[in-house]
């Protein structure tokens, strides 16, 4: 039983990794039907700024939580008003294919100013962990968990009743609508990429510690949100952070009980199970209409 | 175009790559190399155009195909000893067989779930062959021997040139054969406008299918021509990134020509030779490439050479439609009145009792109408009384509850709508629905029907050696845009023209089967006034010359009651009223339903 309870531990540590990943991506989708492909992207991109906070420049490790969403947010609102804007009329073909390589591009640009592989960045707390009949989990399991978690219904609050919030439900739901009651496309969507940014950004201080900062890691948090996004319908908050824990779950469970190499392929075997039985995901927001 | 034209046209991307084989024969081994490996990415990228250009499929698993190709060829050659050639011929089976399954998923979705499933594929394959390394070698790669032909071992660099240029060029041909020919017009159709391509008989599973197949197969053909010049296999070279980077060949290239393909593909494998000094940069300027090729030159390299060679010549706006177009004979016609409904003429199309539910709504209630062979008929009724419901269960796109919809005594409730065409029936679009990308010549060749992938197929093979085939397709497709007055704007793009005369085109579309009915969806909504008539005179003259039977749905009631021998009106589900127009007009319960009029005043 202490076994598969610490495989549980883990499995919910990535999880809730996954959940924020996933729940940046699925904010964007909701308000603006653009799947960011660069998402992983920027998550790296928050590994990073964490790695130059708390290890180059040796500031108190508080501030990477402080100071990244909103670097990251600003980063990506500055590429949705550079990028995504003027291909606001093109169809989802043409953006899915920019954001692919936004993605590459941003990858690569971090690549070439820090030429390693990997950059290692500490944990946040590094005292004793919790001991409970023989079950342990360190203090920055607990605050990976909680923390990311938390602000993750803190993200579905907002949503759900700020005055923002609503403006993106309704832009998603009828753009020509929401514009008639007053909302700005471009507002909106500015800041709904803001938003998935700032989310990324602090999955990615989240995550630093666990993985370093690599390029591989852009393409993991992408797959692991987007899978993640998938299993919750892709247009549901609460979904995606359920996806999210599942999918980090299933993955220790393979990897303790099945071998690593399942480890890999259980997102892809999830993914494909969800997209072809139930396209609408296992926690849809709405009741699909039979028209 | 004139016929040798044509076939040079047809024959000329093939030539380019022999050319450069050619030309690179007498070079250093290093060119020889670097022109072998960019001849490679030549036939990736035109395969490519096929799934990612016309298909318009995004595919994160071109590096996985590649893989499998090169590895089929390189592992039967290692374990069994299998001669290249036969080997080759394996790997285009286990290409195809790819496709296939890619194409499973792949026909069901769309945009971001595509690539993401295409991702799946890709991620899949790397992991097998890493794991299986008894096999494959594993991570660390398997040596791959020369390969040996006809007693001919190929060793040197320009034995490799040669043999890669030669197969390549027979691949390019073949592809180029299919994108200029009908595969790849109804492939665009497809891609462009599932419904209407459904109307006229291509299936679009079927075609997105078989553009997954034929891409698959050129690319794993590159991957196995390729396999033994690379010398060792190894797995993480067919990654994601590779997949990613060989996207990026038709969208940089040009999506719609196979030179987009030649032009992607070769310029973007030559180009990092001459970045050697700045390689590490090269990614980041192939992503921002790409980036700035969607943004600002939607149809790469090759649209902007053409823009630049018409600006050169002088037509710097690129094709724009006549301000006056002819218009032949309309006004001649316009004075045509309907004839008299003709006495005792059989029913063609028989509609009784059909109802359909939308949960609590009753949309269409035990409706029943007739049209009879060569009449015009109307369906008339406020918004929301389920003309558009009824039309649709008769057309195919949607399925009754209840009820018997029958042609000429074959029932019409089981077919899908593309099987519709063959009976005889064809339609237009409220919304229109012509093939923007395609000249109105190849919309009209498309509304013939004969649009399976097997005879699409063939009709391309006939099309570049300007076959009995295309003579005929043509001629029937010239005659059917004349009798709707378009035939001077035949090579113009569909998507240039204006609504009338998109609604012209439409109506040429669904003529040129020689149908003998079809279903008019508001053929004059939004047209201009002074164009209503000319559309009215338009489907008179059609009627009365080829005798073609008419359903249509309109709002504009002038217009129908002008048009048609007999109408039947619609309220809330049923048939309230039918007979000629003046008749229907007059009848109070018509005028209540439109005008509110009470019935005893």
New interface residues.
Partial sequence: MAELALVLIAGAKFGAIYALAALGLVVVHKATKT?N?AHGAFAMLGAFSSYLVVVHWQWPYWMAYVLTPPLIGVVAALIEFL?LR??RR?D???V???T???G??LS??FR?TY?TELLAVPGMFVGMPFVFHGVFMTQETLWVIAGALVICVACVLLFRYGRLGRGMRAMASNVRGAQLCGYSVDRVYMFAWFLGGAMAGLAGVFVAPVSGVSVELS?AII?AG??AG?IGGFDSLKGAILGGLLLGVSESLAAAYVSS?LK??IS?LL??VV??WR?EGLFPETVAR?? | MSEPRRLLAGLAPALVVLGATLAGLPLDNYPKYVIAIAIVSIVVGASLVVLVGLARCITLAAGSVMAIGAYTSSLLAIHLGVPYLIGLAAALLTGAIAGWLIALPGTRFRGHNLAMVTLVFQSVCIILIREAKTLTGGAEGIHVPAPSLFGWTVRSDGDFLLLIGVLSALAVLVLTVLVRGAFGKNLQAAAGNEVAAEAFGISVPAYLTAAFVISSVGVAFAGALAAPRVRILDPESYGVMASIFMLAYPIVGGMHSIWGGLLGGGGLRVLPEFLRPVADYQELFFASLVIVVVMFFPGGFVELIRRGVLALRGHPAGPREAPQPAVAGAQAAAAVTPLPAPDGAAPLLVVEGVDRHFGALHAVNAAHLTVPVGGIHGLIGPNGAGKTSLFNIVSGFLAADAGRVAFDGTSLLELAPRDRIRLGITRTFQHVAVFGQLSCLDNVIIGRGRNGVLAAIGQSVDEMRSGPLTARARGEALAALDAVGLADLAGMPAGALSLGNQRRLEIARAIVSDPRLILLDEPVSGVAEAEIEELRALLLRINAERRIAMLVVEHNIPFVARLCRSLSVMGAGAIVAEGTPADVIAMPAVRQLYFGEDVAA
């Fill in positions: 799947v492909f990028i003027p291909l093109a989802m073909f043409t899915v294919i920019a692919v390589f936004l590459i591009a690569e640009a070439l030429n393409i797959s987007f899978v998938v190499a890999n392929c892809f993914l494909f997209l072809m396209p039979r028209v």
